[in-house]
Structure formats: C-alpha cells, structure tokens
C-alpha cells in the first residue's frame, strides 16, 4: 500500500488540480473526472484511467482498479481531495483522463448549443440529449463542454455522448442534411413536423438565438406558456423542444 | 446622500447577512432577494422592501425606490456586497421583504415536490411551473423554497408562483379533488389523459418517489428514453411531465 499523500504541494497532486482549468485542458488534451458515478460511467464506456487519486477508505475506486494494473492509484488524505477537486463536497475518486476526441455531424438528431455559457445547463443538456439518444454540437464560445461543472450537471452522460463542435460563422453546410428547428422565445411554430434529422438550435442564457441563426433554420418553435411574460431556463426549454421533436 | 458602509460589522449589514440561513428566514418570516431582476419582479408584484443594500453605482435601484420613501437605503460598498450575498458574483441591490405567506390547495394544476433537496432543482422547476401556469405544493422534507440559491434558479418565478405546503404523512385528502399523477422513471404510462386539475407528484433527485407515494397516485407516468440506462434531471423530468399534462 503506498503512502496516503497529505500535501497540496505534491507533484501529482498539483498537475490534477491545475485541470480545473480550461487552459490546461486543453493544453493536455486530457480531463478530470469527479466522483464514483463519472469514475464508472468512464471506465464502463471504455476511457483509460492515466491518474487516480483516492482516499483510504475508497474501497470500491480500489477494486474497480485491479483491471488496470498499469494505473498507479495515490492515496490522498481528504483534505487533499478536498483541495484539488473543484465540487464544494467532492467524493472519491477523482480520475484524469483523455479528453475523448470531438466527431464530425452525421445523419442525427442533434442539440446545437449556440453560445451557452452556464456550465449547469451545458451538462444539463447533456444528460436530456444523451437519455433520448441525440448528439450535441456546440459553437466556439460555448462554456468548454468538458469542465468539472459540466461534468457533473452531466451525471455520467458525457460518456455516451457524441460531441459536434460546430462554427455557425462558417455557414450551416455541415447542416444541409438536417432540418434546422431554432428555439424562439415568442411567435415560432408550437409544433413541428420534421421529416429527416432535425438539429435544435438553443440560444444562451442572457440573450437566446440571434436573428442570424433564427434565419438559418427552417423552423421557429416556440413552447406555449401561461404568460409570455414568464421565461424557461435554457436546459428545461431544450430538454422540452428534445422530447415534442423525438 | 448617505455615507458608504465600507464595513461587514455594521449591524444593518449583519442582519441582512443572517438572512442566508434557513433558520434566520424562519424565525424573522423574512427572506433576502439578491440582484435586480429579483428586485423587480418583488416589487412589480407588490412586495414591500423592508431593507435594501446597493451599491453607490446602482442608479436603478435608487430610482425604482423613489416610490418607497420610508424604505431607507443601505450605500453598501462592493466588498460588503459580496459578503452579504449568497451569489458568487452579487449583483446590487439586495433586497429584504417579508417572506410570502404560504397558501391552500386549490382546484388548479399543481406540481408537488416530495424531498427534492436540490435548491437550484427547485428553484427551476418554480421557475417551470411559473411559466405554464401551475401551483407548486412541497414536503416538509424539500429544500426552502425561499433561499437565495432556490430564489436565483426561480429566475423571479417565486413572486409569481402560489405555494402550497403539504404533509403527505397526513394522507392525501387534500389532493381528493385532483388526478393525482406520479412521475416514476420505468414501468408507467407514456401519456396521461387526465380529467380536472392534475397533481403531478415529483421524487428526490437521489431516489425519486417513495412506493407509498406512487401508491397514492391514479397515474404513473414514465418519460420514455432512449435507453433505460439513462436519467434525466429531476427538474428536466417535471417540466417535460407538466408539458405533457398541460
């Protein structure tokens, strides 16, 4: 059994926490998984451990790594979990891993998040994507998809998803196989029938779709509320618009 | 103009600040609503301020007081702020008002939150039930509905929304009159065709509804996935489920 590690100043310890950062990310190319749901979701859908930290009591990380017996595990006191994990109440383990390569559009309902800045609801729509089987694209200014915030609002479902990085200043060509249904606020359609693959066009928080991107799509849908003076969260309007196009 | 309170050892400041405890909220039936659109929407619905903290740049706020001459304002400076609030990046003004009065069961849609503990899962289902215009009754178990985290995720949805406390230990006989539907997440209808006003009954994040709950349902309703490997967020569920039943 090797030593528990107790200090922050580590060099292992350092290069985990310094993935807290988007820089570094991508810089490494690699990612940092947090908690024994991502840990399993990961390791399930085949990604490779290259570090594990752990504490002494985390029994199950322990066993679950005598598949990989080239991984080395660290031990680290609590406090040292605490300190490089980025949730408030970070549970064991915490794993770096690649960060799985980006894909290429195909012939698929797809999510397209058009500057989504809250990490919460990128990961939220994540997870509504990946239970009803769509793939998500994203454009340049979107939040970083793969950070410990996304992740987590992700619950494991960053694993079986399909990433799309996409740049609408580009044109949609890539979209031309699709029908392009953009999310509006007020005086879209309630309802469409789309034939083909659809790709959903969701806005950011602050601000929704610009008229640039509306004029891309095909479809306006708009979801019917009581007052139009009330507003749905951005993940809850995608997860909606997901579920009335399945 | 008043001077600027430069210090978080003023009592005015220590009291407001107290207000991000459950129990302070509780015992002074008052409640802290941060930033200026939450500002707004309190007073737009005739909600009085007792005690307001802004900083000296917030014109709006000092404008919007004008109407409420006894109201005095706190010039609070940007360190103050931040340490009073709940938020990670405040914004002026903060705002303490008296905590809505909670109400009775009604014949009307009414979504029913039964543990949910997560206040910003709370907060958008509000927000959710705000927007198509239905009640939201919750457990002595959930999270306060009225704390700053729950109140940022309701997005001004609170000062719109019609709360109903329920204790379902006590039985059901104030659901008597409503269809009452579970949300379970295998096994149940797809589609609900419900006759009045709908009780839709929502689990915890962590384990979703007890089987006494379910039991006191005429429906259980299941949002079909892709895969039943798959989840979705608590409040992605009962928005999607009150699309559904609108």
Do not use: Q
């Amino acid at each position: 059994m090797p030593d528990v590690i107790t200090s922050t100043k580590n060099e292992t310890v350092k290069s985990v926490a310094r993935l807290k950062r988007t820089k570094e990310r991508a810089r490494t190319a690699s990612i940092l998984v947090e908690g024994p749901n991502g840990f399993t979701e990961a390791l399930d859908t085949g990604m490779e451990p290259l570090i594990v930290l752990a504490t002494e009591d985390d029994a199950a990380t322990r066993t679950r790594l005598d598949d990989y017996p080239a991984v080395a595990l660290h031990l680290v006191s609590p406090a040292v979990l605490d300190s490089v994990a980025d949730a408030v109440h970070p549970r064991s383990p915490l794993m770096v891993v690649r960060r799985p390569d980006d894909r290429e559009i195909r012939m698929h309902n797809t999510v397209l998040l058009v500057g989504v800045r809250d990490p919460g609801n990128a990961g939220t729509i994540i997870r509504t994507a990946a239970a009803f089987g769509w793939d998500v694209a994203y454009t340049p200014d979107c939040v970083d998809m793969w950070s410990p915030k996304t992740l987590r609002s992700g619950a494991g479902a960053h694993f079986h998803t399909r990433f799309v990085p996409i740049d609408l200043n580009e044109g949609v060509e890539a979209l031309s196989a699709h029908t392009v249904v953009a999310t509006v606020v007020a005086g879209g359609e309630t309802t469409v029938d789309a034939v083909g693959p659809i790709a959903l066009l969701i806005g950011s928080e602050a601000h929704g779709l610009d008229s640039e991107h509306v004029a891309m799509a095909a479809h306006r849908l708009t979801i019917e509320m009581a007052s139009s003076a009330k507003s749905l969260n951005v993940a809850v309007a995608a997860a909606i618009a997901m579920h009335d196009l399945r």
